[in-house]
């Protein structure tokens, strides 16, 4: 059993940028594919990244592409997912999420652990 939770969410104006970042306990990430999703009000949650558990392969959704970046340090039991050029449209709840396979989190859109999510709201 896998415990996450993100920190990092805020209000900012377009073109802003944020860093969230996803924190686990009970067991290190190593042994997880790591993942962002997020919900917005009245919208099916969405994938945004995934990075598998060596760091070799990462996937965006087409929506986040050349903004956001999805980072694993070695040397910490931490995900992040740095936003840049954020747009009002990105306005969501933004959930971590790990699995033992990251097809699971890009092909289905599902995941074996979820974080409690973290607000982020970008005004225009």
């Known amino acids: 059993q896998v415990q996450l939770v993100e920190s990092g969410g805020g209000l900012v104006q377009a073109g802003g940028s944020l860093r969230l970042s996803c924190a686990a306990s009970?067991?290190?990430?190593?042994?997880?594919?790591m993942g962002w999703f997020r919900q917005a009000p009245g919208k099916e949650r969405e994938f945004v990244a995934a990075i598998s558990r060596s760091g070799g392969s990462i996937y965006y959704a087409e929506f986040v592409k050349g903004r956001f970046t999805i980072s694993r340090p070695n040397a910490k039991n931490t995900v992040y997912l740095q936003m840049d050029s954020l747009k009002p449209e990105d306005t969501a709840v933004y959930y971590c999420a790990a699995s033992i396979a990251i097809a699971t989190m890009v092909n289905r859109h599902e995941s074996d652990y979820w974080g409690q999510g973290t607000q982020v709201t970008v005004s225009s």
């Open positions: 009970g067991r290190t990430l190593s042994s997880y594919d």
